[in-house]
C-alpha cells in the first residue's frame, strides 16, 4: 500500500511512470480502435479520417520524390507530411496505422513535457507528477494522436516553447530566446494556428521582465527565419505571400456563413453558394447564380489570384459589421465545442459521459487555482504567463476565425498542458486541506 501512495504522490520514479501510463493508455486506445471497434459497415476506424486524409497524402507525396508544388501544401504546412513519409521510409511500408503508432510516442512525450514545464515552474513533486498524469489520461490528447491530423507534432513543441519561455523569464538568456523562437516556428511548420503566438509571449515578457527587448528581438528573429521559407514558397507556387490559405477561406465560409445563417435563418448550404457567387462577382470572373452551390467554395481554398484573400476578408467583415450580435452569439458554438466533447469518442456510446466528467472536473479545478494565482499577493507571474496565455490565445484563434466544422477537444489540446499543472495544483491545494500532514 506504501508502494501505491508513493507512486501516486509522484515519489516512486514519476518519469518511468508517466511513460509506462501514457504510451499503455494509447496503445489500449490503438488496439480498441484499429483491431476491436467496428462501425456499421464493419470497417474500423481511419488513420485517415477527415482531414488527416491531405497530410497523408502530402507525406506520400514527399515520400515519392515529389517537390513542394503540391496545391495542397498551400494551406497545410509541411511538418506533418514531413514526419510521416519519416516513418513510412524508415519503417519500408507506407500503411498510416505504422505511422500513427509511430504518432504514440509522440502523444506520450506530450505528458513528459508537462511534468518537465511543472517542474521548471518549481510545483511540488506530487503537482508535478499529477500534472503529466492528467495529460498522459486526457481522452482529447489520446485520441486525437489516433490519426494522423498534425494537432500532436504541433503540441509538442508548443510545450517544448514553454520550457525555454520559463528558463528566459528567469535566466534572460539569449540562447533561450532563440530555441522559445524556433520551437514556436517548429509548431507552426505543423499547425498553422500557432502563427501569432509570440506575439502575447512577447508582449507578456516584455512587460514582465526589465531589459527584454534583445531576447525579444532574438525570438522574433529566429521565429521568422523559421517560418519565412513557407511564405515564399506560397508566393512562388501560388503568388501569395501568406503562411497558409485556411485562415481566411475559414472566415467567410464558416464564420461569415455561421453569422448569416443565424441572422437571416438561410441555411450554411444556401448561403455557401451565394458566398461563392458574390465572391466570383468582385473578382469579375462570375457566371450565373444557378451555376453555384455549396461545393463552389472549395475553388478558394488554393487559388493563384492575389486578390482573393483580400476580397474573403473583406467580405467576412461586412458580414461581421452588419450582424454584430450574431456574431456574438455564434461564438459561443465554437467555444462550447472546443471544451465539450470529442467527436471521435462517438464510437464509445454511453461511455462518452465519462469524458465530459473528466473534463468538467478538470476545468473546475483549472479555474480554481487560476484564480487563487491571479489573486495570490505574491503573484506567480510565470505560472500565469505560461498556463493563462497559451489558454487565452488558442481559445480566442478558433473562436474569431470560425475555425471549420469539425472543431471539437482537438482545438483545446494545444493548452492542455496548461490546464493540467493547473488542476494539478488545485490537488495539491485539496490534498494538504484535507490530509494531516503536507506532502511535498
Given at each position: 500500500m506504501?508502494?501505491?501512495?508513493?507512486?501516486?504522490?509522484?515519489?516512486?520514479?514519476?518519469?518511468?511512470?508517466?511513460?509506462?501510463?501514457s504510451l499503455l493508455v494509447r496503445w489500449a486506445t490503438y488496439y480498441y480502435y484499429y483491431l476491436v471497434y467496428k462501425d456499421i459497415g464493419g470497417l474500423h476506424f481511419s488513420p485517415t479520417a477527415d482531414e488527416a486524409s491531405t497530410y497523408e497524402i502530402l507525406g506520400r507525396q514527399l515520400l515519392s520524390g515529389n517537390d513542394l508544388s503540391h496545391e495542397l501544401f498551400a494551406y497545410r504546412?509541411?511538418?506533418?507530411?514531413?514526419?510521416?513519409?519519416?516513418?513510412?521510409?524508415?519503417?519500408?511500408?507506407?500503411?498510416?496505422?505504422?505511422?500513427?503508432?509511430?504518432?504514440?510516442?509522440?502523444?506520450?512525450?506530450?505528458?513528459?513535457?508537462?511534468?518537465?514545464?511543472?517542474?521548471?515552474?518549481?510545483?511540488?513533486?506530487?503537482?508535478?507528477?499529477?500534472?503529466?498524469?492528467?495529460?498522459?489520461?486526457?481522452?482529447?490528447?489520446?485520441?486525437?494522436?489516433?490519426?494522423?491530423?498534425?494537432?500532436?507534432?504541433?503540441?509538442i513543441f508548443l510545450a517544448i516553447s514553454i520550457i525555454f519561455v520559463i528558463r528566459l523569464m528567469r535566466y534572460q538568456n539569449?540562447?533561450?530566446?532563440?530555441?522559445?523562437?524556433?520551437?514556436?516556428?517548429?509548431?507552426?511548420?505543423?499547425?498553422?494556428?500557432?502563427?501569432?503566438?509570440?506575439?502575447?509571449?512577447?508582449?507578456?515578457?516584455?512587460?514582465?521582465?526589465?531589459?527584454?527587448?534583445?531576447?525579444?528581438?532574438?525570438?522574433?528573429?529566429?521565429?521568422?527565419?523559421?517560418?519565412?521559407?513557407?511564405?515564399?514558397?506560397?508566393?512562388?507556387?501560388?503568388?501569395?505571400?501568406?503562411?497558409?490559405?485556411?485562415?481566411?477561406?475559414?472566415?467567410?465560409?464558416?464564420?461569415?456563413?455561421?453569422?448569416?445563417?443565424?441572422?437571416t435563418g438561410q441555411t450554411p448550404q444556401e448561403l455557401e453558394a451565394q458566398f461563392a457567387y458574390e465572391l466570383d462577382h468582385r473578382l469579375n470572373q462570375g457566371r450565373n447564380r444557378d451555376q453555384y452551390n455549396y461545393s463552389s467554395k472549395w475553388k478558394f481554398l488554393v487559388s493563384d489570384n492575389p486578390q482573393v484573400n483580400s476580397e474573403i476578408s473583406q467580405m467576412a467583415l461586412e458580414v461581421f459589421l452588419k450582424y454584430p450580435l450574431e456574431y456574438v452569439i455564434t461564438a459561443f458554438r465554437p467555444l462550447i465545442k472546443i471544451y465539450a466533447t470529442t467527436s471521435y469518442l462517438n464510437v464509445l456510446g454511453p461511455l462518452r459521459g465519462l469524458e465530459i466528467l473528466f473534463n468538467l472536473t478538470l476545468y473546475i479545478l483549472g479555474l480554481f487555482a487560476a484564480i487563487k494565482a491571479w489573486t495570490n499577493r505574491n503573484r506567480n507571474h510565470i505560472l500565469l504567463v505560461t498556463t493563462l496565455l497559451p489558454i487565452i490565445y488558442f481559445t480566442a484563434i478558433p473562436v474569431l476565425s470560425r475555425a471549420g466544422s469539425g472543431m471539437d477537444t482537438r482545438a483545446r489540446t494545444p493548452f492542455t498542458f496548461a490546464i493540467a499543472i493547473l488542476a494539478a495544483q488545485s490537488i495539491y491545494w485539496i490534498w494538504n486541506k484535507y490530509n494531516d500532514t503536507e506532502i511535498s
Open positions: 506504501s508502494t501505491i501512495k508513493a507512486i501516486l504522490l509522484g515519489r516512486h520514479n514519476p518519469l518511468l511512470v508517466l511513460i509506462i501510463v504546412p509541411p511538418l506533418q507530411p514531413m514526419f510521416i513519409a519519416l516513418i513510412y521510409l524508415v519503417s519500408g511500408s507506407t500503411n498510416p496505422l505504422i505511422a500513427v503508432f509511430a504518432q504514440s510516442f509522440v502523444s506520450a512525450g506530450i505528458a513528459i513535457l508537462t511534468f518537465i514545464i511543472a517542474k521548471q515552474l518549481r510545483l511540488p513533486a506530487p503537482a508535478q507528477f499529477w500534472s503529466g498524469l492528467i495529460v498522459a489520461l486526457d481522452p482529447a490528447s489520446v485520441i486525437i494522436g489516433m490519426t494522423l491530423m498534425a494537432e500532436t507534432l504541433s503540441n539569449m540562447r533561450d530566446a532563440a530555441a522559445a523562437g524556433a520551437s514556436i516556428a517548429l509548431a507552426t511548420l505543423a499547425r498553422p494556428t500557432a502563427i501569432y503566438y509570440w506575439v502575447p509571449i512577447v508582449l507578456a515578457v516584455t512587460f514582465l521582465v526589465p531589459g527584454f527587448a534583445r531576447n525579444a528581438a532574438t525570438l522574433v528573429v529566429v521565429f521568422s527565419i523559421g517560418v519565412l521559407p513557407w511564405y515564399l514558397r506560397n508566393h512562388i507556387y501560388h503568388n501569395i505571400f501568406t503562411f497558409s490559405t485556411v485562415g481566411n477561406f475559414d472566415l467567410l465560409f464558416y464564420g461569415a456563413v455561421s453569422v448569416k445563417s443565424k441572422a
